[in-house]
């Protein structure tokens, strides 16, 4: 399995409702961060959190990060369609591993008005 | 904010053609650039790491031949696809990173479709 695995693979939601993705990674971390991505576009950063932080907000975006379980969660409060996209979680290990990021398969999710 | 442009947004050619993308950071001076590849619904693959003034790193499996990167400057670097064959057909995306800065900035990607 890769670094960074998303799950659900797809989602789909209310508007209204709150959506929560999950990831999973293998490997001691330096910090996670979430990247969103529209269709056919590139991706824009939405969060870091570092590895020694439980939990981050920012704005409806709430993301929470287990080292022991070495698991992440972003949770997206109060939905829009607007949201509609790709979420990916992105892993940066030690320094010894230099500026690379490795990028999990991604949730799509959908928010329906 | 700091902004990545990235240059064709889609592009057609033929096979045998090669194809250069650019990528330039407008905001800032990039450090590292990084090239991705992206089939659809699927994640990003990372093919190489680019730092300015110095040859690209490449990904294992990824053919340093067919897959030119220059970084000549700290705010652009260019991935030419050369010899390009409708396997190549893709979307690519470019990405930079400044020092000390742990995000990414992405560009907008470039749809490639080899005929």
């Known amino acids: 399995s890769q670094q960074g695995e998303e799950d659900p693979q797809a989602l789909s939601i209310q508007e209204g409702e709150n959506a929560t993705m999950n990831c999973s990674y293998k490997?001691?971390?330096?910090?996670l961060q979430w990247y969103r991505q529209n269709s056919g576009r590139g991706l824009v950063h939405l969060i870091l959190i570092r590895s020694n932080e439980r939990e981050k907000h920012s704005g409806r975006l709430r993301v929470t990060l287990d080292t022991s379980k070495k698991s992440s969660s972003l949770l997206i409060t109060a939905s829009r369609a607007a949201d509609t996209a790709s979420y990916f979680c992105a892993t940066r290990r030690g320094e010894t591993s230099g500026s690379r990021l490795t990028f999990g398969e991604g949730t799509q999710l959908t928010v329906n008005p | 904010g700091a902004v990545v442009s990235q240059h064709p947004s889609w592009v057609i050619c033929k096979s045998g053609t090669s194809v250069k993308i650019e990528c330039r950071s407008l905001?800032?001076?990039?450090?590292?650039m990084f090239w991705y590849r992206q089939f659809p619904k699927q994640s990003l693959m990372l093919m190489a790491t680019?730092?300015?003034?110095?040859?690209?790193?490449?990904e294992q499996g990824v053919e340093k031949d067919k897959f030119l990167i220059n970084h000549a400057s700290l705010t652009l670097s260019t991935l030419t696809v050369t010899s390009a064959h409708p396997e190549d057909s893709s979307f690519y995306i470019c990405s930079a990173r400044w020092v000390r800065v742990e995000k990414l900035f992405f560009g907008s990607g470039t749809q490639l479709s080899v005929l």
């Open positions: 490997t001691s971390i330096n910090n």
């Open positions: 680019s730092n300015e003034g110095s040859k690209a790193t490449y």
């Open positions: 905001d800032f001076q990039a450090t590292t």
